[in-house]
């Protein structure tokens, strides 16, 4: 069974970070592009980074958020620096399959960014 359990999330100030994690197992991590996605409050999603062996960002978050993986702890991870109020979402990570989409979903983490 195909699990992603995302971890990190919490209330910021604006300028601060966090590190999001999404512990992943029930498939060989190693072998898929991850995602991370996010939900502002009465908004739709919204693709936020991607990451194979390379990394790619949406340009709102270009230069503040890195996205890694541990493929030996079968982990993904999101740093979020100079957080801003607008990053406040829900941010969930998925499992991408090439020309699918994504397949599984986390049940997701709560960010807030506020002072």
């Known amino acids: 069974e195909v699990q992603l359990v995302e971890s990190g999330g919490g209330l910021v100030q604006p300028g601060g970070s966090l590190r999001l994690s999404c512990a992943a197992s029930?498939?060989?991590?190693?072998?898929?592009?991850m995602i991370w996605v996010r939900q502002a409050p009465g908004k739709g999603l919204e693709w936020v980074s991607a990451l194979r062996t390379n990394g790619s960002y949406a340009d709102s978050v270009k230069g503040r958020f890195t996205i890694s993986r541990d493929n030996a702890k079968n982990t993904l991870y999101l740093q979020m620096n100079s957080l801003k109020p607008e990053d406040t979402a829900v941010y969930y990570c998925?499992?991408?399959?090439?020309?699918?989409?994504?397949?599984?979903w986390g049940q997701g983490t709560q960010v807030t960014v506020s002072s």
């Open positions: 029930g498939f060989t991590f190693s072998s898929y592009a």
């Open positions: 998925a499992k991408w399959v090439n020309d699918l989409g994504p397949d599984y």
